[in-house]
Structures are given as C-alpha cells and as structure tokens.
C-alpha cells in the first residue's frame, strides 16, 4: 500500500547514506518548505521538472516521484534528474564511494538544488558517462559543487527515496556529456493464466493474485506460474537445504520479475549432485504456495514450492509441496516432533529468536564429525539428526547440544551413527535460514533408551539440595569430581574488567580458589558472562554464592563447571523479586545519570560490556547541571552513548536528558536503546526516536523520548550522537523512569 504521511515524515527524517552507517541513517533537512496530503500520498512542496531531459526532476520532485511507489518497487521507466553533487558517500571506514576502475565503476553521492544538505536525494550506484562503468581515464571522478543530471530509475528502497542501484548513470557532468539513454522498458505482458498446472499465471499474472492477499498471508492452495530464469541469486546446492532462489520474468529481462524464493527441485525434491542446475533463459513452471511477505515482496513461500517443470521436463511432485517426508510429534516428551516437524516449528520463529520453551525432538543421528564429537573442553557435540539416520529425507541439525542430563560430557557412551536419540531444549531460526538447537541450551534426553534426569529448563542443584554446602579449605581438601556438587560463599578477587568468561578468585576466611568459568546455569554459555554481570552488577569485592564441581588442572585445583547463586554487595537490580507498579521497570536504582562521578575519563555506569557504547568519551566542565558533563566525540560514524547493560522489564519507559553542541559546527543526536543477547548488542535490533538536529554549542536543549520495551530482557539505552554532522556533543542530567519508577537518576 501507499505510505500513509507519518511514515513519509519518517523517511525525510532520515538517513540517506547507508554505506557509512553503523546501525541507522544520518538526518537530512526536511525536504520543501511544507506538505499537502492527496489521499494516502505526500507531495512535497518545492518540486520542479517532469522528469524528462528537456525538464529533468530536481531533488524535491524525484523524492515526490519515490514516494508515489509501494516500498522497494522500482519504476518501470527512467527520469532525468538534475542537481549539484552534495557529498560523495563513504563506505564503513570513511572511504569515499567515487567512480573506481574495478568490479563496480560505479559512485554512490547526493545532490540537491545548490549543493547542500537541504532538499538533497541520493543517487546510488550510479554509472559513469555515457552509462558506461568509470574506467581510469575516462575522465573526472565527482567532487562536490560538480552540476550533474542524472538519468536513472528510482525506488523506494525500505521506505528511502533513491535511485536503483546499477539502473542509472551520469548523463552529464558539469555540461559534458556523452549519450547513452538506456533502451526504454519493455512494458510488462497482460496478465494471463488461471494459475493451475494446465493454465499457469505468467509474472504479470500471479503478481496483480498476490495483491489480493494480506501482507504475510500464505495463499490458500498451490498455484502453477510459468516463466523464464531472468536472474538467479542463490544457485542448487547439494547441502542440507537443497532449495534455490531466483527471479522469473515473462521475457526472461529483469523487468516485471516474480521473486522464487527457497524453491525445490524437480519432482519436489531437494537438489543433490547430478542433478541439473537452472540457469538463466531457462523456461520454468513453478508450483507452490506464495505470499506477499512484509506486505511489500510477491514471491514463494520457503521450501513450499518446487520445479514442476525445466524446459518442458517434469519429475512428478503433485500439488502438495513438503521438503521431505511428513511433520509429526508435538514437540513434548510424550510426543516429540521428528525432524520435519521440528524444522517447521523453528522455521516459523523469528529471524534469531529462540523458542520459549523446551521442546523434545526425536530422530537418528546421521553422522558426527570427529570435530564436533563430545569432548571434556566444551562437553558438546554438534550433528544431524532424521527419521531413518540417512541424509536422503529432511534433516535438523542439533547445534552444540549437552549430553544426558542436561550436563556436560565428561565421560560414557559417545553418541554415534544410527543412534536413536530424543534432543530437549530450546530452538531458534538462526539467522532467519537455518532451523537449529540453541547452543548449550539443549540436550541429549535419551540415547537408545537410555534416560539420565534433566529437567528440560531445571538448572541443576540447588542450595539446599544436593549441593553440598562447604568452605573454601573444605572444597581444596574435597574430592576431584564431576559428579559431586559443591556450594561456596566468598569475596570476589582478581575479576578482570571486560572478562569475557568469569575467571576468578573466591576468598573466604579459611582461603582462597581459582574459579574457571561462571555460567549464569548450570550448562550455561560462558559467552554469557557479561550478561551475568550486567544483570547481577559481580564486581570485585562482592560476596558471591555458587555451585561448582573440584576440578585439579595441572595440578591446580580450581571450581569447574561454576554457575551463579546469589550475590550480595554487588548491583543486582533484581535482589528481592518483582517491584509492583505499573510499566516495564527494574527494581534497583541506576545512579549517576548527572555525570558527577567518574573512574579517570569514563563516567561510572556508562561503560557497556557489549558494543551498544562505542563512542569516546571525556569528562567536560560545561554541564547543565553540577560540576561536570560528558562530551561524546564524533566522526564519521554514529558512535553511541550507553548506559550499562540493565535488566528491564517489558512497558512503557521515558528517557529525558539535556543536550548541545561541544562546538560551533553544530551536532546531532537521536535517543534510543537496543536488546542485548548472550554479551552481544543486536545490532538489527537498535530502536531510535527522532533525531534533535541544529544543536548550537550556546544553549542546552532539553530531550524527552517515550518508548515500549518489547519483552522482558536486557538491554541498553542510549544516546547516538550522528555522524551528520559528526561533531562532538554534551550530554548531562540523564534520567530514565518507567510510570512511578526511576530507573536511573
């Protein structure tokens, strides 16, 4: 559908250059000087030319001809353009995307009427002269200043106004130009077709059929389309998805194009060596469900359609589309998923969530590597699993999964080719594309009907239970074991900032020992420990519970397979249980929000275990408030501001801090926050408000920012300070509440 006019105001607030960009677009000035709504459209004011070469767009009117697309669609003919070059864009390390002599020959850069940042569109990947790619000779690169009039198709890539890349070039270059008007389209062919395997839809056909359906929504009943191969973005490959994805077209160009995405081969079958690859020209009928996915892209559903015929050749199939085999079980112990089934169940998950339960999964081992086989380092092993132990039908694959018991290996039967085995634990859609176990939040339930306790989500001994309750001397005199659980109490010693993995001293009054590696669970990650200690603030000096085996490495004994209690001393935000009241919230208070206490030239809380703060940071006497304020350097990047780790709840939160510029060049600034998984910001996971633009290094500006944490979890909030301009920034008084609660202060 048509933007609605927020999500327009949204585009012209936001950045044009992705090639620089870390996590979100630089700010532009607000194309024209105002806006008239016609029906679901936005026309902006200012807008001049009709596109063609004797009265070419300028940069209000190309945005205006973007914005009457649906999202990522691409007009079907070509428009002049004409402007001064602004700036060229830069790639991740600052190097401008000019013309170049190599694979590319293309240059990437923003124009506008009179050469600056206001009312400016970006022309992406653009040819050289003469819609040639830029050779070393050719002539002049670009330099901002230049006059410039573009030819080119136009998009509305992800909700940004730009050209389509490789669809345009300079048809002149401060009046110098060198012809090359691409061919015109080819118009797209009436729809025909009534979308069954004797009358299948052309492009056109099955194109206007997916307009019918709701964004996402599968269409009720396979569907034939014919066409030929225009262009093919992931070949055959005989791996454990067998699928490919490409385009088809009814003339078999790259214009009107049907996206075939994850298709299977002939006969509805995965592809495996021998078999024939498709290639471009090739005549193709596809049969399959279809979707329009994120209500912008018509195209097949993931491994739901296959090949029906190649070149006039059919291998059977029917109407029924399944990868192999049938899915069965419903994932519980009584009545686990087979592979099939459990492909389906992850494959409907979010790209990297993972499910919110324990589910068991039943199959047999295909094979294991001797690399991936359990060892005593890491204790898991990683292998495929199917209905009948072959590779021929449907695979899950069981990625770092834990051994019987929910424990690491340490010793028994080694897992083998053909074992029938029943895997319990969590599963994600790693990546959006590989259906898999979490790693180490999964194990081997049963081995051949060999059964050994767990739990599913159970950690493990608890204080009280089977742990036995000792002093540090009493553990170094106890006995070397994996089996025996032992539960400490002592001061946290020799914690190094930014350990990666929990290493430390536990000291009590009768001695001290090496603890190697402290998970949040029993069978935990160690890559989680810096979640461990943002969420439970473990720092040296804090008394510290835990439960771990006597391990004695090279003769040095030490606490194995380690995992969190309770802690007392340090900054847990959640000691006591839930805080009632209304909102997300946590329920321990975050302090120096007004950047009066420092640790040399980091204010304290304002160093995160992840990379959500990237931005240096210096102490400066120009403050709203108190004595001191935190300047945030600048570049060519958006470098952040954020707050440590915190574990907050899911609501309605508001963030308020006062903010101006280090510098009479002025700065830029957008408040937001981002989930942190396993120790990592997600970093297609950072969640902005609008930007505060024009800061003067004269006044402070007061910055109010409303937003909603998802689900429970934890997170960092931020400040980006935007690499448009990329200068540096103040920031002081920070606060941050959730209805009645003040998180941070």
């Not at 225009?230 to 067998?242: E, Q, V």
């Not at 079980?329 to 492909?343: C, F, H, K, R, V």
């Not at 993972?354 to 005593?376: L, M, R, V």
């Amino acid at each position: 559908m048509k933007k609605h006019f927020y999500r327009f105001m949204l585009v012209a607030l936001t950045a044009l250059a992705y090639t620089a960009c870390e996590d979100v677009p630089e700010p532009y000035d607000l194309p024209g000087k105002g806006t008239s709504v016609i029906g679901e459209e936005t026309e902006l004011e200012g807008g001049t030319g009709d596109g063609t070469l004797e009265n070419p767009f300028n940069a209000i009117a190309a945005t205006n001809a973007a914005n009457k697309l649906e999202n990522n669609e691409v007009s079907q003919q070509g428009y002049y353009i004409k402007g001064k070059v602004v700036s060229i864009a830069t790639d991740k390390n600052g190097v401008e995307l000019n013309f170049d002599q190599g694979t590319f020959g293309n240059a990437t850069f923003y124009i506008s009427d009179d050469g600056t940042r206001t009312n400016q569109f970006y022309c992406y990947r653009v040819l050289y002269l003469g819609n040639k790619k830029w050779e070393k000779g050719a002539g002049d690169v670009l330099k901002p200043g230049d006059d410039v009039i573009v030819y080119a198709k136009i998009t509305m890539y992800n909700s940004t106004p730009e050209t389509a890349a490789n669809e345009g070039f300079v048809y002149s270059l401060n009046g110098v130009n060198k012809g090359g008007e691409p061919t015109p389209p080819t118009p797209a062919a009436d729809p025909t077709g009534k979308g069954t395997q004797d009358d299948p839809y052309n492009v056109s056909a099955v194109l206007k059929y997916i307009a019918t359906l709701g964004s996402d929504v599968e269409s009720d009943k396979d569907i034939y389309i014919k066409g030929k191969v225009s262009k093919i973005t992931n070949p055959y490959a005989a791996d454990n998805f067998g699928n490919a994805t490409f385009y088809i077209s009814d003339d078999g160009n790259t214009s009107n194009e049907f996206y075939c995405y994850r298709t299977l081969y002939l006969g509805n079958t995965k592809y495996t060596s021998g078999k024939t690859q498709i290639k471009v020209g090739d005549e193709v009928i596809i049969c399959g469900k279809v979707t329009n996915y994120k209500g912008n892209t018509p195209e097949t559903v993931q491994n739901k359609s296959y090949l029906y015929s190649l070149n006039g050749v059919t291998d059977g199939g029917g109407d029924t589309p399944q990868p192999s085999g049938q899915p069965k079980g419903t994932g519980t112990l009584e009545d686990p998923y087979n592979a099939t089934a459990a492909n389906a169940f992850a494959s409907a998950l979010a790209a990297d969530a993972k499910s919110d339960k324990d589910i068991y999964i039943k199959g047999k081992i295909i094979d294991i590597e001797d690399k991936n086989q359990f060892n005593t380092q890491y204790g898991n092993c990683t292998f495929y699993i199917s209905d009948d132990g072959t590779d021929s039908g449907d695979k899950f694959y069981v990625f770092r999964t834990l051994y019987l018991g929910n424990v690491k290996y340490t010793s028994g039967d080694l897992p083998k080719k053909g074992d029938e085995v029943i895997i319990c634990g969590k599963v994600t859609n790693y990546k959006g594309n590989t259906p898999e176990t979490v790693a180490n939040e999964s194990y081997i339930y049963s081995l051949n009907g060999k059964t050994e306790g767990g739990g599913g989500d159970t950690p493990g001994p608890q204080p009280g239970g089977d742990a036995k309750v000792v002093t540090v001397a009493e553990f170094n005199a106890a006995e070397v074991s994996n089996d025996i659980w032992y539960q400490l109490t002592g001061t946290v010693k020799n914690l190094k900032d930014g350990d990666q993995y929990g290493n430390f001293d536990l000291e009590d009054e009768t001695g001290s020992v090496y603890v190697y590696g402290l998970l949040d669970k029993k069978g935990g990650d160690k890559k989680k420990f810096q979640d461990l200690v943002a969420a439970k603030g473990i720092k040296e000096g804090c008394k510290l519970t835990i439960i771990g085996n006597r391990g004695d490495y090279q003769g040095k004994i030490e606490v194995t397979n380690a995992y969190f209690v309770s802690i007392e001393g340090g900054d847990d935000p959640n000691p006591g249980g839930d805080t009632p009241g209304g909102g997300g919230q946590t329920t321990k208070e975050g302090t120096n929000g007004d950047f009066e206490s420092w640790t040399g030239d980091v204010p304290d809380n304002w160093k995160t275990a992840s990379t959500a703060g990237n931005a240096t940071l210096s102490k400066s006497t120009d403050a709203h408030g108190g004595s001191y304020s935190v300047k945030v350097g600048g570049a060519s990047q958006n470098k952040r501001l954020a707050y440590k780790e915190m574990q907050l709840k899911a609501g309605n939160y508001t963030m308020k801090f006062y903010v101006k510029a280090a510098t009479a060049e002025g700065g830029s600034v957008r408040p937001g926050f981002v989930a942190v998984n396993n120790g990592t910001a997600d970093s297609s996971g950072y969640k902005y408000g609008d930007y505060v633009n024009d800061l003067t290094n004269t006044s402070w500006v007061e910055v109010t920012h409303s937003f909603d944490i998802p689900s429970d979890g934890t997170y960092c909030v931020l400040i980006m300070n935007s690499k448009n301009p990329g200068k540096d920034v103040l920031i002081d008084d920070f606060t941050l509440v959730s209805g009645s609660n003040t998180i941070i202060k």
